[in-house]
Antibody
Framework: QVQLVQSGAEVKKPGASVKVSCKASGYTFTTYYLHWVRQAPGQGLEWMGIINPSGGSTTYAQRFQGRVTMTRDTSTSTVYMELTSLTSEDTAVYYC???????????????WGQGTVVTVSS | EIVLTQSPGTMSLSPGERATLSCRASQSVRSSYLGWYQQKPGQAPRLLIYGASSRATGITDRFSGSGSGTDFTLTISRLEPEDFAVYYCQQYGSSPITFGGGTKVEIK
């Protein structure tokens, strides 16, 4: 079945970086854009950016520009999200999510990963 | 950036009752690219409605969406125990993609 499986929980110190993976299966990896969304404890959902698994092009939310990098490995059908210069405000669950159609902007998110908890603490 | 405001923040209802959730956008949502998601504790969000009014695959017809422009509504016709959760609206028609703050539907 179609699924996205993310890497396990991470604990990082302030100033460090974290890299979260999201492995796709059950469909043609390069066909559908993938987004990253995060959710701080007890808070709502925040969009971080999008990657085109086919060509690797990315678009990031302005507030993460310069701190986030999204990459992909087509040989393993995996996308990665790296966030640098972590602070306690980056403590959150990070989700990858697949679009339901072929558009980067204009399609809802129909498949979600299980989430990766990232805790930033000294 | 399109800001989505959901109301109410919390609604307390009994099983069998009707729930009406509101999502208002700060500017018109392009082509009604508005979705609704359900999230239960410890789980990822689940897509319920896309295109403002189309049910996602496998979603019961108890859920319905309506609206256009800047005002959108999610209706749950008769609440079942499994419907008590947090609901988010999302606009995905323009970048940055944005979500509303959520409405929690709790058991009265």
């Amino acid at each position: 079945q179609v699924q996205l499986v993310q890497s396990g929980a991470e604990v990082k110190k302030p100033g460090a970086s974290v890299k979260v993976s999201c492995k796709a299966s059950g469909y043609t990896f390069t066909t559908y854009y993938l987004h990253w969304v995060r959710q701080a404890p007890g808070q709502g959902l925040e969009w971080m950016g999008i990657i085109n698994p086919s060509g690797g092009s990315t678009t990031y939310a302005q507030r993460f520009q310069g701190r986030v990098t999204m990459t992909r490995d087509t040989s393993t059908s995996t996308v990665y999200m790296e966030l640098t210069s972590l602070t306690s405000e980056d403590t959150a669950v990070y989700y990858c999510a697949r679009v339901s159609g072929k558009m980067a902007i204009g399609d809802a998110f129909d498949i979600w990963g299980q989430g990766t908890v990232v805790t930033v603490s000294s | 950036e399109i800001v989505l405001t959901q109301s109410p923040g919390t609604m307390s209802l009994s099983p069998g009752e009707r729930a009406t959730l509101s999502c208002r956008a700060s500017q018109s949502v392009r082509s009604s690219y508005l979705g609704w998601y359900q999230q239960k504790p410890g789980q990822a969000p689940r897509l319920l409605i896309y295109g403002a009014s189309s049910r996602a695959t496998g979603i019961t017809d108890r859920f319905s969406g309506s609206g256009s422009g800047t005002d959108f509504t999610l209706t749950i016709s008769r609440l079942e125990p499994e419907d008590f959760a947090v609901y988010y609206c999302q606009q995905y028609g323009s970048s940055p993609i944005t979500f509303g703050g959520g409405t929690k539907v709790e058991i009265k």
